[in-house]
């Protein structure tokens, strides 16, 4: 699954990728059909100017396919501009 999801978001250019499976987390959990539970952080200078709902919805739109084929059951998301991320 990391390489799928770097692969979806590879045109936001992220300066750092970063991916966390947490699926042994939550097994038995209610609700889950048996996707995955994954943590990202992306980097990308194209969030810059661009609120922080909007990020997620942008990662989220590129990951849609699997969310809707259930291999993604939740998703942590962290998504900053390489300033924020870096302390720039």
């Known amino acids: 699954m990391e390489r799928e999801m770097a692969q979806c978001l590879a045109d936001l250019s992220p300066e750092v990728f970063e991916f966390r499976d947490d699926s042994h987390l939550h097994i038995g959990h209610a609700g889950n ?3 995955g539970h994954y943590a990202l952080t ?7 100017g661009v609120s922080r709902l909007a ?8 990951l849609q396919e699997a969310f809707a084929q259930g291999r993604i059951h939740a998703l ?3 998504a900053k501009t390489p300033a924020e991320f870096f302390g720039l």
């Open 76 to 78: 942590s998301l962290t």
């Open 33 to 35: 059909r048996g996707g």
């Open 55 to 62: 990020r997620q919805r942008m990662v989220q739109q590129r």
């Open 42 to 48: 992306v980097v990308s200078t194209q969030f810059e």
